[in-house]
């Protein structure tokens, strides 16, 4: 069960090894704020499955992030975080690929806004196949090619590359944070490459 | 400019003809916490272009909504509200879509929940082409067949029924709220109906 | 092998319970020409996975259908044929709705022309996950809500309704012409409901 | 009226300037044969309106192609031609980019082969805004960013790069051969820059 109670938003498990940083914003939240916001409203997010293309676009391998629970469980998630108060979407998608994938990934963003799907997460299974203990948020997700190098920062301990079966597998899946899973393999059918 | 800032959920605007509502969901959000949230967060929206369709799926007539502002201004949107906390997507654009086009349209709702458009409504304009005063709002938009009778309810007036061309001419655009002109031709070039 | 070489075109395969159509359109291709082009052209088809959605348009059921081939084998397909030269996508599509569903299926065509799939099919293995041992073939492939009752014609036997589980497991999948199990999940997974 | 009976596919018009090059694939047609088969079958296109793109993703720039027709007339298109037998729709896609835009282009193939518009072309003005006098085609259109440099090669003078706002503009769309100023709104509504 607790393995679908991730946290993959590091706006709201901050980094013990950094500094705090001053907030940017003061129309952005505390995290008290935060949590009693969570409890009230849908949370907007993005999310990204990091793709790496051949030389005709074609997706030939499947970044999947590795990340360790304060537990000391390990689940696996893909690029995922809150969208601010005043941040344009592709700013967004932006900063938490940077955040998850270091500055030399080089993500090539999407020119579409509309994403590949829309990921409904609830507190409670059942309505959606995507659960989040903490929340009801709704992310667009983006398939989105890197050309650089991908070194995970935070507590994202690894990004590994997998090929797209192995993306899709049952093996993988079930080791995917709130139902992910699933968003894996759509992403991987949006592109072509779920068989 | 008063033009730009409109106010197209009735959940903020209550009508003043009907009694209030009991609060149907302790999580929901009183006025005055949504007036402070709305400078914190991004809400999240989702909206709906109302369309007629032929025998063959073919978009013949776009439904735009006429509404009298408090003003007395009048301006045209389209069907457009908030996302409760809990509420999926689905649940939402069939409220709205109810709430905005009365109980006999029988609206369509897609089977996937990928919008056709994702518009950024943001209180100064710039960052896109949609401006909100009130507030940062993300709104998924979609297409929703109705093929039943349209009685507006609360403040929206009328449905005017436009031939494609009218609809993404730029007189109608110049009347849209918030910029939602440009959703409107997005809207009809993705069902191919662009001129 | 042959479990791939099917032939789902009833262009191409005159029932023989009915008498020979004359051909009306004298652009339209006989079968002696077919054959030949098969082999110098890529062919433009249209694809559709028939579903029946609630009330909220979510899909709740898929429709496969099951075929007799002339070596009486059984394979499970979807809705497919050719689009021919005058004609536009939907009138294919519609034609082939009926010819496969029956005239009361009712099928709600979508209001947009973009796919959510293309399927590309060759007549050797390897370049995709489709083949077609008769031509290349490039499809366009739609998911069709049907309203009404279903009645195959021409060599369809009959069509099964699952649920979206059973429509994606990989039982349903071994069974499919041609690849096609990666089409239906593709299908499930544009509209939300591939886990 | 002849503005709109273009020849966008130099695999039809070879270019005098350089020495014909033998058939590299005997399954492929003559000059004759494909003229025959224009008038019996849909023929399959691609189309890509190249762009370019700011650090991200967002289109900022939009490349149309000016081409000198064999009466002198000058008309706008975007990058077309035909897809060959056994050929990908990426492979049909590049050569055309490459063949169009030259060698030093470098095109971002996008990574979903799901276009962001299907185009249908007829002989006869009226089924839908697309025309063609020479042949029925189907073109699955494609939005690709650029980041290197293009030297139009063939017949095609020169690519003009053009703001969002002009390229959508009436003055261009009347340019364009074919109907394609629909093409260029839509692709320009797919990436959320049109007005």
Known sequence: MSVRTPDPDPDWTPNPDEPPKPNPNPGWLSDVELAEIRRRLPLLYVEAVPVRVDGLGQVVQVGVLLRARATGEMTRTVVSGRVMYGETLRDALFRHLEKDLGPMAFPQLPASPVPFSV???????????????RQHAVSLAYVVPVTGTCEPRQDALEVTWMTPEEAASEAVSAEMEGGRGALLRAALASVGQLR
Request: charged share 20%; glycine share 6%.
């Open 119 to 133: 990921a409904e997460y609830f507190p409670l299974p059942g309505l959606t196949v995507f659960t989040d203990d």
